[in-house]
């Protein structure tokens, strides 16, 4: 029997964002002048030329079902120009070259239930990762937890009342997509995998996860006469990196899945250098539907940030400028023996001085 | 007839509160969308999630498929309750190249809505991490006649598994003042020139490229890509004095003090001059700004506090990083400085950068092991022999500081240096 004919694909890859600019921001690529915040969520950015572009972002549920898409796409042609883009965190923004459009632009996007906000020093909405609705190693889900932080954030997305901007992420295994954030939220599991023997021989190529733990805790082994894998559980930590190349490696377990805060992760090269985000709270029950025990730990943060920090200072500035004593005295959390770096280069970590404050 | 519902007590808990619900969109589909084949699809979804809610626990595993002629680009979806839960049993995603930047028309979203309507669950992000159009939920009979579809009206697919994934770059030029290069052509130029390796995984691991037009690293390159190119300049900062003094008065008044010079002067002093990371700013008395450019690291600072009165250099390039990732396996990693400043402006020069990207994704492909990101690599084998596989010079801008550890042996000190004057007397006959 002949196969069926399949189609050749084209491989256009990447396409020409040109053709989807709006032509005021086409006319004028490469020579914008400077640009003003007229409110929360809007941005004027004005050309050498002269001309003017608005823009105005709003909040989205980032997994959008059609009829959601065109909800945004009607107000898109009937109050904006039908000109938009996504940002980084799923924001929807929409260009306009008339300033008269923002404001029922705004309200039409508020209306329809899509906070118009995330601009200058808000919190803006959270990078997230796929979950339980899609991922094959999750140990929590992700939108459900951003759903249920922003809808407490949702005030601080739509003012400007932090110090300086706020990116935060959460991220559903501890190794990969979430993204560096000024405050994260990420499972932690804390327990090693459980290994169904009888299942790793036939589905796992054992050298390459061997290869795959960071360190070293995985060993082949015959487990009542098969071939299988073994881990030295005293060594494991937890990662879960052997999961996905070899599933009977099951590292998700409802009990012993965790959430974990990091801090001060922050990609700018504005003042100091970019930073890695630091452990401060672990320990949070992964809680579905609403995970508040995490909320509340955020908001605390957020709250203590905003009080101490001074303009512009983003969160690890903040920290290294009051030091990390005081930021466990004023948030409250506790210091553990988990704080204390033990992995590679862990002594750059540690305080090699008698800066110390009292 | 309506088929029945599964319950979703847990999920319903999201349609509660003000953030728009995602669990509120999928209840739409499922309730209200004309076809039955969406309608069944969520239906099962939201009882599979549900479950997952509440026993904490996923359910999907992987597999491999692609599109014809490709040999990624789709995430499979198995579910592994499709006992349970059989309308959402495959459930897998493709993820598709946007143009850099992320940009739209109404229409396009529209006309891709439909494609997607037709052939998938009718949800969709934009974006995913790595920066692709995420079309969630194609079965197995499915996802191939919709990326026919939409591959017919320029829509190609990005990368999955070791390959060179899709990129990603900031707003840039398109609308930002900041903007040193532009990204577009960067992105496509780099992209484009790697389609097969985009499309056809055979490369240690993943490798991703981004792009921002300015040290502020909106797109975070220099700790989420491979190779991280960032826009930047040579030349003076622009000041429009006039500009500066209208700052400090229009500071003055943000803070309440409508017409008070000295305060709009205080807060100028605390929060630009003194947080300049080099101190080289200075306000003279009659509220004119002087800038040591020599020591301005181009940090973005105060660009970004007075963005009317402080404009970037006329003498545009690039800085490039390379090796920055994510956790797994050694730990994240920052990209590092290996390219210090590179034009952008002819064709030459574009083909130097691809020639580059090139260069390194070879050597790597050459000497990585299984499974290590390009910085691992680097991290392993160590920065100077990753130069001197891709022919790059040593450059000091590629250091914090020189090494303090004696440990190395030093006999081949003398070509070095004399290497280093040779190619600072070839740089001052150029220029
Ligand atoms: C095994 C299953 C995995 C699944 C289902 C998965 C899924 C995803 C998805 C859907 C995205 C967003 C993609 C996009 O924008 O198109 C993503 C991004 C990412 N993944 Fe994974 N991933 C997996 C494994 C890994 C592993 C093993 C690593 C790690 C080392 C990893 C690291 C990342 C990172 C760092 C990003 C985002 C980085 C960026 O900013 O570009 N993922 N992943
Ligand atoms: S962070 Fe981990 S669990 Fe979550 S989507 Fe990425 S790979 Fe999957
Ligand atoms: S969970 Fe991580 S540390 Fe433990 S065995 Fe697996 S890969 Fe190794
Ligand atoms: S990285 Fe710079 S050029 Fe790009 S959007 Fe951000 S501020 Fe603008
Ligand atoms: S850009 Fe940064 S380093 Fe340069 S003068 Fe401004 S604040 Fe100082």
């Not at chain 1, 508020?110 to 796929?130: I, K, L, W, Y």
């Not at chain 2, 979806?77 to 309308?87: A, C, L, V």
């Not at chain 2, 055979?202 to 502020?216: D, T």
């Not at chain 2, 994240?332 to 402006?345: A, C, N, Q, R, S």
Request: proline share 6%; aromatic share 8%; hydrophobic share 35%.
């Amino acid at each position: 029997m002949a196969a069926p004919k399949m189609r050749e694909p084209i491989e256009s890859g990447c396409p020409d964002g040109f053709q989807y600019m709006h032509p005021v921001m086409r006319r004028n690529y490469g020579q914008w002048l400077y640009h003003e915040d007229p409110r929360p969520g809007v941005l004027l950015h004005v050309a050498r030329s002269g001309e003017k572009i608005w823009t105005v972002r709003a909040g989205t549920q980032r997994i959008l079902d059609v009829f959601t898409l065109r909800k945004l796409m009607d107000i898109g042609d009937q109050f904006a120009e039908g000109y938009v883009r996504f940002t980084i965190r799923s924001n929807i923004e929409f260009m306009v070259a008339d300033g008269a459009k923002v404001e029922p632009l705004v309200k039409a996007l508020e209306d329809a239930g899509f906070p118009v906000g995330g601009t200058r020093n808000s919190v803006t909405s959270m990078a997230h990762t796929q979950g339980w609705l899609h991922c094959d190693i999750p140990g929590t889900d992700a939108s459900g937890v951003v759903k249920a932080m922003m809808d407490e954030l949702i005030g601080e997305f739509k003012s400007w009342n932090m110090p300086n901007r706020v990116h935060m992420t959460t991220s559903c295994c501890q190794i990969n997509c979430g993204g560096q954030g000024d405050i994260a939220i990420n499972i932690q599991h804390v327990k090693p995998p459980k290994i169904n023997h009888a299942l790793v021989g036939n589905i796992c190529e054992r050298p390459s996860v061997v290869a795959r733990c960071p360190v070293a805790a995985i060993r082949p082994a015959m487990v009542d006469g098969k071939p299988s894998l073994e881990v030295d559980e005293k060594k494991c930590i937890c990662c879960g990196a052997c999961y996905p190349p070899c599933p009977p490696m099951q590292i998700n377990d409802h009990q012993y899945t965790q959430l974990a805060i990091w801090i001060g992760g922050n990609h700018s090269n504005a003042r100091g250098k970019p930073t890695f985000q630091r452990l401060v709270a672990a320990g949070i029950p992964n809680n579905p539907p609403r995970w508040p025990e995490a909320t509340a730990i955020v908001k605390k943060i957020l709250q203590c940030y905003k009080e101490g920090a001074r303009d512009w200072e983003r969160m690890n500035e903040w920290v290294e400028r009051i030091g990390w004593p005081r930021f466990f005295e004023v948030t409250g959390l506790p210091f553990t023996k988990y704080h204390i770096d033990n992995w590679r280069g862990a002594r750059n970590n540690l305080n090699s001085s008698t800066h110390i404050r009292f | 007839m309506a088929t029945k519902h599964y319950p979703t007590p847990m999920l319903d808990v999201l349609e509660e509160g003000e953030w728009p619900s995602f669990i509120s969109g999928f209840k739409a589909l499922r309730d209200n969308h004309p076809s039955e084949r969406i309608r069944n699809t969520i239906n099962s979804l939201l009882g599979q999630l549900e479950h997952s809610y509440e026993t904490r626990m996923g359910y999907w595993k992987g597999g491999t498929i692609s599109v014809f002629g490709y040999g990624g680009g789709i995430i499979p979806r198995f579910s592994e309750i499709g006992h349970m839960f059989p309308d959402s049993k495959e459930f897998h995603t493709l993820r598709v190249q946007p143009p850099a930047g992320n940009y739209y028309t109404t229409d396009m979203l529209r006309q891709l809505a439909d494609s997607w309507e037709k052939w998938g669950s009718g949800l969709q992000t934009f974006h995913g991490q790595t920066g692709n159009i995420m079309f969630i939920g194609a079965d197995s009979k499915n996802y191939q006649p919709f990326f026919d579809e939409i591959n017919e009206y320029g829509w190609d697919l990005g990368g999955a598994g070791p390959c060179v994934r899709t990129g990603m770059s900031c707003v840039g030029s398109a609308r930002c003042e900041m903007s040193n290069c532009n990204e577009q052509a960067i992105h496509r130029h780099l992209l484009n020139t790697f389609t097969d390796d985009v499309h056809r995984p055979a490369l240690p691991y993943k490798f991703k490229f981004k792009v921002s037009g300015c040290p502020n690293d909106c797109q975070n390159s220099i700790e989420r890509s491979d190779f991280a190119v960032i826009g930047t300049w040579r030349d003076d900062i622009k000041i429009d004095q006039a500009e500066v003094k209208n700052a400090i008065m229009k500071k003055a008044a943000e803070i309440g003090k409508e017409g008070d010079r000295s305060a709009g002067r205080h807060y100028m002093f605390d929060n630009v001059i003194s947080r300049c990371p080099t101190g080289a700013m200075k306000l003279n008395e009659d509220d004119t700004l002087v800038i040591d450019n020599s020591n301005c690291v181009r940090c973005m600072h105060c660009l970004n506090v007075m963005p009317k009165a402080l404009h970037v250099g006329d003498d545009k390039g690039v800085t490039i990083l390379m090796g920055g990732k994510r956790t797994l396996k050694i730990g994240d990693l920052m990209g590092t400085v290996v390219v210090p400043f590179m034009k952008l402006e002819t064709a030459d020069d574009y083909e130097r950068l691809v020639e580059m990207a090139q260069n390194v994704i070879d050597f790597w492909a050459e000497n990585g092991l299984e499974h290590e990101r390009c910085g691992e690599m680097i991290e392993r084998i160590g920065l100077v022999n990753f130069l001197e596989g891709v022919g790059i010079d040593p450059d000091p801008n590629m250091i914090k500081q020189p090494r303090n550890i004696s440990y190395v042996r030093m006999d081949g000190w003398d070509e070095a240096a004399q290497a280093w004057f040779n190619r600072k007397r070839a740089e001052k006959s150029a220029a």
